[in-house]
T-cell receptor
């Protein structure tokens, strides 16, 4: 069955440090992949998406993600974290509307 | 620029009561979705619609009904609420399937 796994429930990084959030997927073919961010009390906002082509995808707010087929991964990265990046991050993937799956989320805390 | 609006934002129900959650979008999107978000489980699709007058079951449809009488509105109904339906409910819309989804701010429902 298709699934999306985010192994890290909670990550803490210092402001200015680099960030990598992990996402692994299990799917029969290459799925469409997404990263969303959710601030407290808000809905989800799309950071970036991968459909095909270049495996390094640029998104908003300085985020990027790399699709690695051999590792079934789509990790999110940012070179220098800002305090405003503290939020919950969700990876999602699937091939159709009905088989889109979300990971459980990774909560990011940013230390001053 | 409203985007996706959900009402109400908070609600407490007694077991067995019924209620309807309203979702409205002003982006002329064809696709609309209802998700529930539970701790440690990410978002799960309840029902979705691919256009006015259509509805389809998602991953967790039991106990819920939906209607899409107008393109801009997508209603989620609970006929007889159960404590297991305590959750945060998100509505979303997209131009097409498996593209960027735009989310509302959520409805926090507690069933006691």
């Amino acid at each position: 069955a298709q699934s999306v796994t985010q192994p890290d429930i909670h990550i803490t990084v210092s402001e200015g440090a680099s960030l990598e959030l992990r996402c692994n997927y299990s799917y029969g073919a290459t799925p469409y992949l997404f990263w969303y961010v959710q601030s407290p009390g808000q809905g989800l906002q799309l950071l970036l998406k991968y459909f095909s082509g270049d495996t390094l995808v640029q998104g908003i707010k300085g985020f990027e993600a790399e699709f690695k087929r051999s590792q079934s991964s789509f990790n999110l990265r940012k070179p220098s974290v800002h305090w405003s990046d503290a939020a919950e991050y969700f990876c999602a993937g699937g091939g159709t509307v009905n088989d889109m799956r979300f990971g459980a989320g990774t909560r990011l805390t940013v230390k001053p | 620029n409203a985007g996706v609006t959900q009402t109400p934002k908070f609600r407490v129900l007694k077991t067995g009561q019924s209620m309807t959650l309203l979702c409205a979008q002003d982006m002329n999107h064809e696709y609309m979705y209802w998700y529930r978000q539970d701790p440690g489980m990410g978002l799960r699709l309840i029902h979705y619609s691919v256009g006015e007058g259509t509805t389809a079951k998602g991953e967790v449809p039991d106990g819920y009904n939906v209607s899409r009488l107008k393109k801009q509105n997508f209603l989620l109904g609970l006929e007889s609420a159960a404590p297991s339906q305590t959750s945060v409910y998100f509505c979303a819309s997209s131009e097409q399937g498996v593209t960027e989804a735009f989310f509302g701010q959520g409805t926090r429902l507690t069933v006691v």
